[in-house]
């Protein structure tokens, strides 16, 4: 990771488009209710499927922000990005005609970008024997259409990337742009994470892969189950959510609103499987030992961690493992929740979602619930936040991410009024983030 420097990276602006709503306000709203989006399937047929369930994004119009011409040459998870980054855009206050664009980054994180619209366009192709294709097939279906429409709609001239690892993409596209504000390159990020993953072909492969609750038709209908005893794997979902990242110091010059402050991020890799977690959890905790470390936090400073929560047997009792090998005997006295519940398992929009839920949470000092958990597991034994949101001091928080293919990222979030000069009380004790020497952590 790059060279710290005295930076600080402060998000002043966030856009969302869920399955729970499509402001940041109604998504908040509903979310902190204990509200689920999770219901029967409706864009295409689940009849061959043991599952049917799903969090689709039902509010959604691309023309109530794109002109039709645009909305035509996008794919589904392309609109919801664009989208979500003009709401954050707006959100933000950003005036782009007085800021110098090419010093403004895009950053984007999406799991499997266009291949909804590759596997429609390869069947309509097929069925006029190759003779009527849509000439904007390459350029919907590329991973790379996202951050690059987001930047042309905005007209950003920076650094422009997509990122693509898995259910961790959107928390890499964040951790890169914390990157570039911190070394100069960057004074204003539009970073995110997109995903519109409904597709047959891909419930099918989910499906049979048996990564999917099985429902009974829709007759269950509290799932998926987060670090519940009865956890049966996840329910799929959809949608985007963006963030204005931007140094501090740009920030409070303009006068602008700051949701929260990323002190830092750690990310690693445990080489292991493309679908299931290590079970030993251990390149998760240093994922976190990382964040702890770069952003100078003792882990009794910890206040809340949005986790991961799948909602299958072996990711939530290794994240549980994770959480308390880290933290310690910290970790049995701060909260803990998933909203995959409430919003499914939206790949790499999923990270969007923790993040803004998070900084809500500490906005209004209160914890969204953790849906569905009714019979404790002795393997996760934390306090998940059950049943009700909850008040709670909330000062600083973890976000966990741990993708497909074993790539972990865990990002340090706080309260701006609260993220204090922590570096030079803990450097003696932490040790240099760089050179990865984490003393201070067990």
């Known amino acids: 990771m790059a060279q710290h420097t005295a930076r600080r990276v402060v998000i002043t602006g966030m856009g969302v488009i869920s399955p729970l709503g499509s402001t940041v306000d109604l998504f908040w709203h509903l979310l902190s209710r204990g509200e689920s989006a999770v219901k029967p399937l409706r864009s295409f047929d689940t009849t061959p499927f043991q ?3 799903a969090a689709e994004v039902e509010d959604f119009d691309p023309e109530d922000f794109l002109h039709r011409k645009q909305v035509r040459r996008m794919g589904r998870a392309t609109q919801f990005a664009v989208a979500s980054a003009m709401m954050a855009s707006r959100d933000a206050g950003l005036d782009l005609e007085q800021e110098d664009r090419a010093c403004i980054g895009v950053s984007f994180g999406t799991s499997i970008g266009g291949m909804k619209e590759a596997f429609e366009y390869h069947d309509a192709a097929t069925r006029t024997a190759y003779e009527r294709v849509n000439p904007f097939t390459m350029s919907m279906t590329f991973p790379n259409a996202i951050s690059s429409e987001v930047a042309i709609v905005l007209g950003i001239h920076g650094p422009c990337e997509t990122y693509s690892i898995g259910c961790s993409s959107t928390a890499n596209a ?8 911190k ?3 960057s004074s204003i990020v539009v970073a995110g994470g997109s995903e519109a993953p409904l597709h047959p072909s891909v419930y099918a492969a989910m499906n049979a892969g048996r990564a999917l609750a099985p429902d009974e038709r829709g007759s269950i209908r509290n799932l998926p189950r987060p670090f519940d005893k009865t956890r049966c794997g996840m329910v799929l979902g959809e949608g985007a959510g963006s963030f204005i990242l931007e140094d501090y110091e740009h920030a409070r010059a303009r006068g602008a609103k700051m949701y929260a402050e990323l002190e830092g991020w750690g990310f690693t890799c445990d080489a292991h499987s493309m679908v ?3 079970v030993t959890g251990s390149d998760q905790q240093r994922a976190a030992q990382l964040a702890l470390s770069h952003a100078h936090w003792f882990p009794e400073e910890v206040d809340y961690v949005n986790a991961c929560g799948l909602g299958t047997v072996e990711l939530d009792a290794m994240e549980t493992q994770t959480i ?5 005997r910290h970790a049995y006295q701060i909260p803990v929740s998933s909203f995959k519940a409430a919003l499914g398992h939206a790949f790499a929009a999923s990270g969007a979602f923790q993040i803004i839920g998070t900084a809500k949470a500490m906005e209004h000092q209160f914890i969204p619930p ?3 958990l009714s019979t404790p597991d002795p393997a996760c034994d934390l306090d998940y936040v059950a049943g009700e949101g909850r008040p709670a001091h909330l000062r600083r928080a973890l976000v966990n991410s741990f993708g497909f293919g074993g790539k972990n990222i865990v990002l340090a979030l706080s309260r701006v009024d609260t993220a204090v000069a922590t570096h030079d009380r803990c450097e003696h004790r932490y040790g240099d983030a760089r050179s990865g020497e984490l003393t201070g952590v067990s």
């Open 51 to 53: 599952a049917c369930l």
């Open 174 to 181: 964040v951790g890169r742009a914390y990157e570039w504000i």
């Open 183 to 185: 070394s100069g390159q």
């Open 276 to 278: 299931k977690p290590a």
């Open 324 to 328: 308390k090998s880290v933290l310690g």
């Open 370 to 372: 953790t849906l569905n």
